[in-house]
């Protein structure tokens, strides 16, 4: 049997260790609050946005425009997010499996890679993936400007042509117990169509196809924000519950060391008894 | 009392609900335009400028970036990347902004894409210096 010290000893460490995981599972639950309200905020813009392009793309000759022509796709882009941090369950695992899986199938060398989170990159870069860019250390200080400056250099590489065909590789928040990874097909732009055009005549200014050239820069540029705020509440909500199952495993450990604390100081005790009467006896006698 | 319509000013982070409101004026691609209500329902582009909302005898002015205006017989929506009241405007951060997209046209640059960056950078930071200087 474990002398006590050692088990009081345990018992110490796996308090302070439930303290740093229970208290990381607030501060997780606090940042999952605020990317909820953050998606909640984009919801009417990126939704209206999605809405106008929607009923007008399909009046729009594709070949005139770049992000909407479909080209052989003969290079493939991936963007793929994770986080920077780890200790949050399988959430950068899951996808990192899932994303070269994709990957491979697309071919490794005709697939060039944008990381957005550290983990990502560190993974991809290990095992000598084609890494064009890479973000890191930002998900602290999200706001919009990220999303527009990931969207405007994935963008311009395809303008440029270095690739046909943009796949972005996210966990999409379904609820605090729940992730789910996607993949969607950034560029060239595809949108649901819709046959039902738009109820009204609009009066378009300057003119149709200028307005859908301003909007799909718009649009992008919304997607991307979008993707950054699911993977961010996804991680978070990774995060807590993963800090949540350790927290209770923490208390199940210290209970059962607790029990085996008092048995042990038992033990000792009815030891000591058994001494002091058998020495008493011997003098008796 | 004019008729007066509803409006509402949507970005990706907020949303600027402003009620019903007298008279708008917008920075389009094509120059600045008045809305009034009864106007025929439209969609128009919107460059980097200033927003002016009326109501009565309130005025209220917001820096605002790219986006579109829809016009329909029940109010306007403006949906744009960013707008940002007056009051809110951070002029000091707003001239550093300025300063650094000047210095960054006067080099030379091997991408035209990193010139074009520049020049929206320059005109935001102009923009969100004349409104917020009014």
């Given amino acids: 049997m474990a002398n006590l010290k050692d088990i009081r000893k345990r018992i110490g460490t796996i308090e302070s260790i439930r303290q740093v995981t229970r208290a990381m ?3 997780a639950a606090a940042k999952l609050r605020r990317a909820q309200s953050n998606m909640e905020q984009a919801r009417p813009y990126a939704g209206r946005i999605n809405g106008v392009l929607k009923h007008l793309l399909p009046d729009i000759d594709r070949n005139t425009h770049q992000l909407l022509n479909m080209r052989p796709a003969r ?5 793929v997010f994770t986080s920077d941090r780890g200790l949050c369950g399988s959430f950068n695992t899951n996808i990192l499996k899932q994303a070269r899986a994709i990957i491979d199938e697309a071919g ?11 983990k990502g990159y560190e993974f991809f870069n290990k095992r000598g993936y084609d890494i064009v860019e890479h973000y890191a250390d930002f998900w602290n200080e999200l706001n919009f400007s990220h999303a527009v400056k990931i969207a405007e250099a994935v963008t311009s590489r395809y ?3 270095e690739y046909d065909d943009v796949r972005v590789i996210y966990n999409q928040f379904k609820n605090v117990a729940q992730q789910k990874i996607e993949e969607f097909h950034y560029l060239p732009l595809v949108l649901e169509e819709d046959d039902e055009k738009i109820n009204q005549d609009y009066l378009f200014e300057p003119s149709k196809g200028e307005v859908v050239t301003a909007l799909i820069p718009r649009h992008l540029n919304v997607q991307m924000w979008r993707f950054l705020l699911e993977s961010n509440a996804s991680e978070q909500a990774a995060r807590m519950t993963s800090m949540e199952a350790a927290t209770e495993n923490a208390g199940d450990l210290i209970d059962r060391l607790r029990l085996e604390y008092n048995k042990a100081r038992q033990a000792a005790i009815t030891t000591e008894i058994l001494e002091v009467v058998s020495g008493a006896e011997a003098l008796v006698e | 009392m004019a008729a007066q319509f509803q409006l509402e000013i949507i970005t990706p982070t907020q949303v600027f609900d402003e009620g019903a409101v ?3 004026r917008a920075p389009g691609v094509d120059g600045a335009f008045g809305v009034m209500a009864g106007h025929t329902a439209s969609i128009m582009a919107l460059d980097i ?7 009565g005898s309130v005025e209220a002015t917001y820096a605002a970036t790219q986006g579109f205006a829809e016009i329909t017989e029940n109010g306007v929506q403006l949906l744009v990347e960013s707008a940002e009241p007056k009051a809110d405007i ?3 951060r707003a001239q550093q902004a300025y300063d650094r997209a000047k210095e960054h046209l006067n080099q030379k640059h091997e991408e035209s894409i990193d010139e074009a960056r520049a020049e929206v950078a320059l005109k935001r930071a102009m923009n969100r210096l004349r409104v917020g200087g009014k």
Avoid: M
């Fill in chain 1, 25 to 27: 599972k607030l501060v």
């Fill in chain 2, 22 to 24: 007298d008279y708008l």
């Fill in chain 1, 108 to 118: 490794k060398d005709r697939s060039q890679l944008i990381c957005i989170g550290r």
């Fill in chain 1, 75 to 79: 290079k493939k882009a991936f963007v």
């Fill in chain 1, 159 to 161: 303008l440029a042509g």
């Fill in chain 2, 90 to 92: 951070d002029l000091g």
């Fill in chain 2, 49 to 55: 400028g200033e927003i002016k909302v009326v109501k």
